[in-house]
C-alpha cells in the first residue's frame, strides 16, 4: 500500500517570507515516481515538477525548490519570498512503477500569502 | 500543450438523477482517470483505463460507472445521484509513467 502524508493543513505567510511544504511518504515499491501540484482558487491542477526514486538530485526552479530524501522517504517543497500568487492548495503525490500512473495525494496544504 | 477538456465547470442535479461527466484528451493518452476532491480527504481516485473499452476501480467506485468507446473520451456515470455525490470532480490523463495532467475539474452540487 501506499501512502502520502502532508501533515501541514495551512500555513499562513506574509508576502516575502519563505514556506516549506513538508512531504512524507510511504511505498513498497523500489521505482517509483513523486509529484507536486499546485490548485490555486479556479480549481484546476497544475502540474510542477515530477521526481523518479532514482534521482535524488534537488532541484530548484526559480523561487521554487524542491528537496528529495530518500532516507527520510520525504519530498519537501519549499517557496522563496512568497507572493500574493502563491496562495493555492499545494499537493503532493506518489505513482508506483507499473500501478497504470495511478497516483496517491496527499491531503494538501494549503498555502495563505498575505500582503 | 496537453489539453483535457471537462464537458461542465458547474453542474446541479437532483437526487434520483442520471449524471454524464464527460472527459476528453488530445494528447492520445492511453491511461485516463477519475477523481472526486472533497476538503480534507484530497483527491481520491474513482475509476481509471488503461486503454479503450477497459476499466479499473479506484479506491471509491461505489456509486459510479465509466465507459471508455474512444480512446480521447472517458466518461464518468452517476446512476442515481445522491447528495453525498456532491464534490469536484477531476479527469486527468496520462502516457504511462509520464506527468499525469489535468481538466479544469466539474463541481457538482446534487439537491
Known amino acids: 500500500a501506499q501512502k502520502v502524508t502532508q501533515a501541514q493543513t495551512e500555513i499562513s505567510v506574509v508576502e516575502k517570507e519563505d514556506v516549506t511544504l513538508d512531504c512524507v511518504y510511504e511505498?513498497?515499491?523500489?521505482?517509483?515516481?513523486l509529484f507536486w501540484y499546485k490548485q490555486p482558487p479556479s480549481g484546476e491542477l497544475v502540474f510542477l515538477i515530477r521526481?523518479?526514486?532514482?534521482?535524488?538530485q534537488n532541484e530548484i526552479s526559480g523561487r521554487y525548490s524542491w528537496n528529495f530524501q530518500k532516507s527520510t522517504s520525504s519530498f519537501n517543497f519549499t517557496i522563496t519570498a512568497s507572493q500574493v500568487v502563491d496562495s493555492a492548495v499545494y499537493f503532493c503525490?506518489?505513482?508506483?512503477?507499473?500501478?497504470?500512473?495511478?497516483?496517491?495525494f496527499g491531503a494538501g496544504t494549503q498555502v495563505v500569502v498575505t500582503p | 500543450d496537453v489539453k483535457v477538456t471537462q464537458s461542465s465547470r458547474y453542474l446541479v442535479k437532483r437526487t434520483g438523477e442520471k449524471v454524464f461527466l464527460e472527459c476528453v484528451q488530445d494528447?492520445?493518452?492511453?491511461?485516463m482517470f477519475w477523481y472526486r476532491q472533497d476538503p480534507g480527504l484530497g483527491l481520491r481516485l474513482i475509476y481509471f483505463?488503461?486503454?479503450?473499452?477497459?476499466?479499473e476501480k479506484g479506491d471509491i467506485p461505489e456509486g459510479y460507472s465509466v465507459s471508455r468507446e474512444k480512446k480521447e473520451r472517458f466518461s464518468l456515470i452517476l446512476e442515481s445521484a445522491s447528495t453525498n455525490q456532491t464534490s469536484m470532480y477531476l479527469c486527468?490523463?496520462?502516457?504511462?509513467?509520464?506527468?499525469?495532467?489535468f481538466g479544469p475539474g466539474t463541481r457538482l452540487l446534487v439537491l
Open positions: 503525490a506518489l505513482s508506483a512503477w507499473g500501478s497504470w500512473g495511478k497516483l496517491q
Open positions: 486527468a490523463s496520462r502516457r504511462g509513467q509520464e506527468t499525469q495532467y
Open positions: 483505463s488503461y486503454d479503450v473499452k477497459m476499466k
Open positions: 494528447m492520445d493518452h492511453e491511461n
Open positions: 511505498t513498497r515499491d523500489t521505482t517509483y515516481y
Open positions: 521526481r523518479n526514486s532514482f534521482d535524488e
